[in-house]
């Protein structure tokens, strides 16, 4: 699944983002492309949970999926 998220714009968004991914699935793999601000994550967990998760640390995700 992919997200984009606009508002990720340094590396500590990247880590912050990653590190809710794996709270939320800690076997998920995260791929961050800061410079298109995309997030790929490949986990069986629903796209709806990541979403939550990553706007509950402040940022605007939207599915690309």
């Known amino acids: 699944m992919e997200f ?3 508002d990720m ?3 500590h ?7 809710v991914i794996k ?3 800690q076997s998920a793999m995260v791929h ?3 410079d ?4 790929k994550v490949v986990s069986e967990t629903s796209p ?3 979403l939550h998760a990553i706007s509950e640390a402040g940022y ?3 599915s690309k999926d």
């Not at 968004?13 to 590190?19: E, R, S, V």
């Not at 298109?36 to 997030?39: A, G, I, P, S």
């Open 13 to 19: 968004c990247a880590g912050l983002i990653t590190k």
């Open 32 to 34: 961050v492309y800061l």
């Open 48 to 50: 709806d949970e990541f």
């Open 4 to 6: 984009e998220v606009k």
């Open 36 to 39: 298109q601000k995309r997030v």
């Open 60 to 62: 605007s995700p939207i």
């Open 23 to 25: 709270d939320v699935d």
């Open 9 to 11: 714009t340094c590396g």
